[in-house]
């Protein structure tokens, strides 16, 4: 049953005093200057538990929450706020006679501005603390009284933030909250109330075994809102999903201009490839695609390999490093216009050569994300989602089964599997050649996976990049034998893929007729 509001008789007022305050935190962050601004400023306040200790501690006069209402907090603090005198406070419309005259009859003060922050829940997941631990950190009167308050946010201020004490005490300083700011906290409280219901559905969600829950939540905080989108009359914004997985949302930006959406878009693809290897590794990546990819000795070597796949594209590409960048490779970097580069570490030699070119966007992400990582991954589409695991699946040796007369060498098995990782980083059809643990030719995005494979040739003909004696990855199965040997008249001499077409066997006939080594991995790496 829907309820109908009553008639407004009056305008929605913009002033409003504050008289009496509630304060329940379990975040302490500037408690103490906020309490003593609206002690000063002449307002009761009221509060709980820890938060009253440390308030009184200071010396400032506090009430306690149990004192105001004149019942006890019960059940190890579960009931303390949960009473009608709280509730009441927050919830009467000062306008309206009949809840003003409920007001008098039962002996209910108003309370005009609320401060709380909710128990820990997500940060006691996090560190990995048992079921029982974390249901008892499932706040419920910490977002009943912040609803209340919102709801009423014609004559209440709520704050959940921190950063937004200041500007609440200085339009009390001056007369009072205004109803805009009223308005804008109110609706950051919905979204702080809606952000802590999502995380306990979806630990809750993972307790119970399933990955997909019948109600999907979503979450995520607003970091920035960016200049425009994919094209500039598309509109755009940066959210963070609170993970803390090391990358290009949790990075330090060091210098340089805004990162845009595409930015961080292919920042994000190149940072993700290079963390897939233990040895040091430079990719070079354009429009999400990877235009270069090498390990190397030393991440100097490491990029000149990457670069040499495919140099004309890395113009004003994206750099991603899994190790420091050192002040030698960045002065070989620099050589070239690159719109990001992003790395676990710059040393302050590497930060001071990089600042000759100032708008480049420097990248320092602390650490490397783990490529093992379950995640999900969310993607629209009209009037829905789509939602799945993330690709996290990694082949080694052991996956590997060899279906051809002659066997890898030891040299062609190592650059298998290193370009089949890069495959998995490739918008399909994807085609990656490699050699000596370098990319010298790549394929991307192609109807048609010969023509990846014809592409990929081509572009390393181009770049003068040695494709004879390569390997050569296809992301999918090979649906006939014209796609492997385009690779074999390239010049590649052994073959992976994931194998399961209904033409294997024509297949592998082929590359037996060529003298091809290709073993197949069972997995496919699909990007689309």
């Known amino acids: 049953m829907s309820v109908s509001a009553k008639p407004r008789t009056t305008p929605r007022p913009d002033r409003i005093q504050v008289k009496t305050a509630l304060l329940s935190v379990s975040d302490k962050t500037g408690l103490i200057e906020l309490a003593t601004a609206l002690r000063a400023a002449g307002i009761k306040l009221l509060s709980t538990g820890g938060t009253a200790k440390t308030i009184r501690d200071q010396g400032l006069e506090v009430i306690d929450v149990s004192t105001h209402t004149g019942f006890p907090e019960i059940m190890d603090g579960r009931v303390k706020t949960l009473h009608p005198k709280v509730h009441g406070g927050l919830l009467a ?6 809840h003003v005259d409920a007001m008098t009859r039962e002996n209910i003060e108003g309370i005009d501005l609320l401060i709380v922050n909710l128990y820990p829940f997500r940060e006691t997941v996090a560190k990995g603390a048992d079921y029982d631990n974390c249901v008892e950190n499932i706040d419920i ?44 906290l109110a609706a950051k409280t919905y979204a702080t109330t809606a952000s802590y219901d999502a995380a306990i559905s979806s ?4 307790q119970l075994g399933g990955d997909f829950p019948e109600t999907l939540t979503v979450s995520a905080h607003k970091i920035d809102t960016l200049r425009y989108g994919e094209n500039p009359h598309q509109q755009a914004a940066v959210y963070s999903d609170g993970t803390g997985r090391a990358g290009v949302v ?63 594209s890395a113009f004003g590409g994206i750099i991603a490093l899994n190790r420091p960048l050192d002040g030698a490779t960045a002065t070989e970097i620099i050589k070239i216009f690159s719109e990001v ?3 676990p570490e710059i040393t302050k030699e590497a930060r ?21 990582d379950q995640r999900m991954t969310l993607k629209t589409i009209s009037g829905g989602w789509l939602l799945q695991t993330s690709d996290n699946g990694h082949i080694t040796e ?14 062609e098995l190592k650059d298998l599997l290193f370009a089949f990782r890069i495959c998995k980083h490739v918008k399909s059809n994807a085609i990656v050649y490699a050699k000596n643990g370098q990319s010298v030719g790549i394929g ?38 014209d796609g492997l040997l385009a690779a074999a008249d390239a010049g590649a001499t052994a073959v992976i893929q994931p194998g399961g077409s209904i033409k294997d066997e024509d297949v592998i006939k082929a590359a037996d007729e060529r003298g091809l080594a290709m073993v197949l991995t069972g997995m496919r790496h699909f990007r689309h």
């Open 444 to 481: 991307a995005g192609q109807m048609s996976r010969i023509d990846s494979s014809r592409i990929a040739a081509w572009k390393a003909k181009e770049a003068g990049t040695d494709i004879q004696s390569s390997v050569v990855a296809s992301d999918a199965f090979f649906p006939f034998p």
């Open 203 to 206: 630990w809750f969600s993972k």
């Open 352 to 372: 001071e050569i990089l600042a000759a070119k100032k708008n480049v966007r420097v990248l320092e992400t602390g650490g490397l994300p783990n490529p093992t």
């Open 141 to 184: 009167g910490g977002p009943a009284m912040l609803r209340a308050a919102a709801k009423n946010h014609d004559f209440v201020t709520v704050l959940t933030d921190p950063s937004d004490y200041a500007i609440v005490c200085e339009e009390i300083a001056q007369g009072g909250t205004t109803l805009a700011t009223r308005q804008r």
């Open 250 to 312: 949790t990075a330090k930006q060091l210098q340089g201009k805004e990162l845009s959406y595409n930015n961080l878009n292919d920042t994000d693809a190149a940072f993700e490839l290079v963390s897939e290897f233990d040895q040091p590794t430079v990719a070079i990546i354009k429009h999400a695609n990877p235009c270069g990819v090498a390990m190397g000795k030393d991440m100097i070597s490491a990029y000149h390999a990457a670069l040499a796949c495919d140099p004309v």
């Open 398 to 411: 052991d996956d590997l089964k060899i279906v051809t007369k002659r066997a890898p060498t030891e040299q």
């Open 93 to 98: 419309r000062r306008d309206d006679t009949d």
């Open 341 to 343: 580069i992003i790395a």
